[in-house]
């Protein structure tokens, strides 16, 4: 369904199109608000907040951005106002929650499946551990794939913070591998 299509049926009172909105953007909204929130409770109010903003909002969405851009940004307003609100600390706390990302069926072999998954939650450990505005622009950009002027429009930051945060992510990230990797090979 097209963009302009679905909006004009959920427009119109469709609930089966805004359930398929939700589906195809769920992961989207949970990927930005987790990078920001602290607990998993904190996170399951934040997307069905973000959710019920969109479709309020929704009949005034004029297309000026992708409706991805639209709802991210959404997401990150309303998940920033609810660490205002609680007045806590960003860092996410892992004992806290645990989040299961469903992985794309695949013919793999078992060991490969295995291994991805370690990989996997091995950087989300890694990007976790980086103060929360380059863990999301870091997100945005690479787990979300989203260009430079999406993720100012997102966040509302100027185009050369969010590259500048990308690069310092990166350059913390690359030096979080390798105090890791120092520390496994010290151990054996």
């Given at each position: ?8 049926q ?38 069905q ?117 990308i ?22």
């Open positions: 369904m097209k963009e302009k299509e679905l909006i004009h959920i427009c119109n009172g469709n609930p089966q199109a805004f359930r398929f909105l939700v589906k195809q953007y769920e992961r989207l909204v949970f990927h930005v608000a987790a990078r920001l929130l602290n607990r998993q409770e904190d996170l399951e109010d934040v997307c907040e973000v959710f019920i903003k969109v479709h309020q909002k929704l009949p005034k969405f004029r297309g000026e951005s992708k409706l991805s851009t639209w709802i991210a940004t959404i997401a990150y307003r309303v998940a920033v106002n609810h660490i205002k609100k609680k007045k806590t600390g960003t860092d996410i706390d892992e004992s806290e929650r645990e989040f299961i990302h469903p992985d794309m069926i695949t013919n793999d072999h078992p060991q490969n499946i295995v291994e991805k998954k370690e990989l996997k939650t091995y950087v989300r450990k890694m990007v976790d551990q980086l103060p929360t505005q380059y863990k999301t622009v870091l997100s945005l950009y690479h787990l979300e794939e989203m260009g430079y002027k999406e993720i100012v429009e997102i966040t509302g930051l100027p185009e050369g913070t969010v590259k500048n945060y690069f310092r992510a990166r350059k913390l990230l690359k030096e979080l591998v390798e105090k890791s990797e120092l520390v496994k090979y010290k151990l054996n």
